[in-house]
């Protein structure tokens, strides 16, 4: 018996063949009832796409990567990756395309995996946590694979990225805190490398300057040991603190392991607003107040922009900025 072709499946749908290969394909540019009746012809005929064929025709390989310039144990320990990457999957999932992870810091991992991603292994790729001018993302569209990147980067102008609003958050987080009263607020920012880092600690100081307040800054990776690291540091130089912006909630619960070590009462003696609103930060003691960003949101906007990019069509709106707010909890 003869494998069903791309023409029979087209036969019996009622459609053309172009509409068959869009719909396996996942273009969004199908009715739903031509999408309907495709996917019922499949099912019927049992047809099977031939992918080694079609990739040697189109030059399509089906994979999308994803590109997380952290270590592994960042990856899997913090609450914004795991996210991310969950909207990016349950995207991709709709479309048929396979992601791959790829992790990359040094140099020579970065020079070893754009020699893949340009090698035709990948249809597209989305990068995230980047830091610095990094020139991958220029070198990757140089070489024509659609890119597509997970927040603003520092010293680039890519075509397209999805971001929070970051700045509008971290203001929102210092106002709150100076609505409760607090007249020492210190802030544990992130990498300044990172255009996240610069705008969580811009939005501070855009909430602080109007007060007159001392700026009390502390600098951390994003991870709970930096928090933790940044909070000694920041009690060393200011013991007189009442209140602590992180920039993370990983970083905020190192600093609340802190402050609890020093017989500091969170939060009478000193407030505590993180950023991420994590599980974490709802079974934290007390309870973290933290600035909400929608992660998976975030993730679905990156994979759809790419799957668009790799069909070829143009986006109306290249750069996507997602709303923030604040949670309010115990903890400020």
Do not use: C, W
């Amino acid at each position: 018996m003869n494998r069903p072709t791309l023409e029979a499946v087209a036969a019996r749908a009622g459609v053309g063949r172009g509409t068959v290969s869009r719909v396996i394909n996942g273009s969004p540019n199908v009715s739903a009832k031509a999408r309907e009746a495709v996917e019922l012809a499949i099912r019927e005929l049992g047809y099977v796409p031939n992918r080694a064929a079609r990739a040697l025709v189109t030059r399509r390989t089906d994979t999308v990567a994803l590109v997380v310039s952290e270590s592994q144990l960042r990856v899997f320990d913090e609450p914004y990756f795991a996210g991310t990457i969950r909207g990016i999957g349950s995207a991709l999932a709709e479309t048929g395309l396979q992601l791959i992870l790829a992790m990359a810091r040094t140099p020579e991992e970065h020079a070893r995996l754009e020699h893949y991603l340009t090698g035709q292994h990948v249809d597209g790729v989305l990068l995230l946590s980047l830091h610095g001018a990094d020139p991958l993302p220029g070198r990757l569209e140089a070489m024509g694979v659609p890119t597509v990147l997970g927040g603003r980067p520092v010293g680039l102008d890519p075509y397209s990225y999805v971001d929070m609003d970051n700045r509008a958050g971290a203001r929102q987080a210092v106002k709150h805190l100076l609505s409760l009263g607090r007249g020492a607020i210190a802030a544990i920012a992130g990498p300044q490398d990172m255009g996240v880092g610069v705008d969580r600690l811009a939005g501070y100081r855009d909430a602080l300057l109007p007060s007159g307040l001392p700026e009390l800054v502390a600098f951390g990776d994003f991870s709970e040991q930096s928090g933790a690291a940044a909070m000694s540091e920041l009690l060393e130089r200011h013991p007189e603190l009442d209140a602590v912006f992180a920039a993370s909630d990983p970083m905020a619960l190192g600093a609340m392991r802190v402050l609890k070590a020093e017989g500091r009462a969170i939060p009478r003696d000193v407030a505590v607003i993180g950023f991420d609103d994590s599980k974490a930060a709802l079974h934290a003691d007390p309870p973290l107040t933290t600035v909400h960003q929608p992660t998976e949101a975030m993730g679905r906007q990156m994979a759809q922009l790419l799957v668009a990019r790799i069909n070829g069509e143009e986006l109306r709106q290249p750069v996507v900025i997602l709303d923030t707010h604040l949670v309010r909890r115990e903890s400020a």
